[in-house]
């Protein structure tokens, strides 16, 4: 080949997306997360010699302060690390269903859903944060557990000035606040951007968890929370509380163009679709339409069309019923669903299978992507589900509690919060954890730390995630670009490709012309990413966010 054409097709490749803004570089360690104060506190950490698991418990402990809407204690999340050995790990501290929970626990008399998943005390499932940052210290982290928690204790008792993006989320919520005098008295009066928000209770409950983590699940903070779960109708029991555990998976590892993925097994749904949809595109020649494309979109969005299909039917607790995870990786399958996809037409969900639609709600989740001097990396996305979890704060303990119930089928078939529709493998029962779309994910190329990646957004997690990988690798564009770009999803039902600003109408039209119904819509996932590049740990936190990637 001549020179020329293999420009020419550089140039293709990259057409559409090219934004113009840098990541942040550094040499020996960055955080990347959705607040400046915690990317701070973690960079502290690290330039204390502390390694990435430590810095991505104290940025969990101080988001839990100062990115009140996602931040928490009273949710979970999961957290995966790659490390320098080679060796990886996946902690699962999503929360659990608690022991009294039953399948129709939110469907009325009349056989209606209920909004009790989603709002009040009877949304919460058992909180694991505490738990899993606690098994991630003590077998990874090197610092003392008091130091990775000190700083969110003084941030909560000393304050911190509340900036734009938080008044607005506080503001936004204000109604629901006034519901329950807790949050009403922490949350729920009127501030101004600029003054000093101090957490009393929740400095007290965080020093506790300083001394001890014990005491969220057995000591003052449990019984003072179950009591209040037992004088306000809700169904968390200080048994439920003792008896939770976080867990250590084994990730899902996969590869695409050769380069190694290690990412979130179930009862995350995001790892299994991340690689069949990679998987699919794979050798599809798909990319050679250039990124931002009509015929590109088209192609991804079917991909991401099949997948969803499978989530509603397949996924869920692993550890409740099985998940065929083998079956939907399978490279026959992955080759026959390629096969399925029509260049040219959009396929009709109907086709695939039955379900249903509803409208995609205000949403929050929250992220971190850690990378220390050794070449460790964390990333680790957790929750309290809905933005400000189920706007219920626990009297005298100052944190919010998650509506992680919402998770799961409350109704299978019918959708949740995120529209999304899910099946019998995702319906309630005692103990178990709803089925998530968190995909923390980390890349390696010929065995060396390649890309750290994850981020919010509900059902659109994984799509994203996906999306920023492919913008890296297949389109060559820098972390920042890539996290930046806008974005589009399909989850199946609704049929419908939902289109961030910033793609031209004339690409709409061309995807209308196929068959696809498109909407455009306002973000609601935010990547945070680190691509590791010629020495260079390279920083980006989504331009959607108000976060910050901080390196040294
Ligand atoms: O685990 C899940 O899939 C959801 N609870 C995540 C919620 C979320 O990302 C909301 N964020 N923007």
């Not at 040499?27 to 990435?52: C, F, Q, S, Y």
């Not at 809407?69 to 050995?85: H, R």
């Not at 890539?482 to 061309?510: N, Y």
Request: hydrophobic share 40%.
């Amino acid at each position: 080949m001549t020179r020329l054409p293999a420009l020419a097709l550089a140039l293709t490749l990259v057409s559409g997306l090219v934004l113009a803004r840098q990541p942040v570089r550094a040499r020996n360690g960055m955080v990347v997360t959705e607040e400046p104060i915690a990317a701070d506190v973690g960079v502290a950490v690290l330039k204390a010699g502390g390694n990435a698991i430590d810095a991505a418990v104290a940025v969990a402990f101080a988001l839990a302060v100062t990115h009140p809407s996602a931040g928490n204690i009273g949710g979970g999340g999961f957290l995966l690390a790659q490390f320098a050995d080679g060796k990886s790990t996946f902690v699962d501290f999503r929360e659990r269903a608690p022991s009294s929970a039953s399948r129709n626990m939110y469907v009325d008399a009349q056989g209606k859903l209920t909004r009790d998943s989603i709002d009040g005390w009877r949304a919460s499932g058992v909180p694991g944060t505490v738990r899993g940052l606690e098994l991630a210290h003590k077998k990874y982290g090197s610092k003392t557990w008091r130091e990775l928690v000190n700083p969110a204790v003084r941030l909560a008792r000393e304050g911190f000035a509340i900036p734009y993006g938080l008044n607005e989320s506080l503001k936004q919520s204000s109604a629901r606040f006034q519901r329950y005098p807790s949050s009403r008295d922490t949350f729920g009066k009127p501030r101004e951007v600029g003054d000093v928000l101090i957490q009393p209770d929740l400095s007290k409950t965080l020093e506790r968890i300083a001394n001890n983590p014990e005491d969220f699940y057995t000591g003052e903070t449990a019984r003072l929370l179950a009591q209040a779960m037992k004088d306000n109708g809700g169904n968390i029991t200080l048994e439920d509380l003792k008896g939770y555990k976080a867990v250590e998976r084994t990730p899902l590892m996969g590869a695409y163009k050769g380069l190694e993925i290690t990412t979130a097994p179930p009862p995350s749904s995001g790892g299994v679709g991340l690689l069949q949809m990679l998987g699919v595109l794979e050798g599809s020649g798909y990319e050679k339409a250039g990124a931002g494309s009509a015929a590109t979109i088209h192609f991804v969005a079917e991909t991401m069309r099949r997948y969803y299909a499978d989530r509603s039917e397949f996924m869920g607790d692993p550890d409740f019923r099985e998940v065929p995870v083998r079956k939907l990786l399978h490279p026959v399958y992955l080759r026959n669903l390629r096969n399925s996809i029509d260049p040219n037409r959009a396929t009709n969900s109907d086709s695939i299978r039955p379900g249903q639609h509803s409208a995609v709600e205000g949403t929050e989740t929250t992220h971190c992507s850690i990378v220390d001097k050794q070449g460790n990396a964390v990333s680790l996305t957790y929750t309290l589900n809905g933005g400000f979890g189920s706007a219920v704060v626990a009297p005298g303990l100052g944190f919010l509690l998650n509506n992680e119930m919402d998770d799961f089928a409350a109704q299978p078939g019918s959708p949740n919060m995120f529209g999304l529709v899910q099946g019998e493998a995702n319906a309630i029962q005692p103990g178990k954890r709803p089925l998530s779309s968190m995909t923390p994910t980390i890349l390696r190329k010929d065995g060396k730390l390649f890309m750290v990646v994850g981020g919010p957004g509900g059902g659109r997690i994984i799509t994203s995630v996906f999306q920023t990988i492919l913008n890296v690798i297949d389109f060559n564009l820098n972390v920042q670009d890539a996290v930046d770009a806008p974005r589009f999803h399909h989850q199946w039902k609704p049929d419908v490709i939902t289109m961030e600003r910033g793609f031209s109408p004339d690409t709409i039209r061309l995807l209308e012309q196929r068959g696809h119904k498109v909407e455009v819509a306002p973000a609601v996932a935010r990547v945070f990413a680190i691509v590791v590049d010629g020495g260079w740990l390279q920083g980006a936190a989504d331009g959607r966010s108000y976060g910050k990637a901080e390196g040294f």
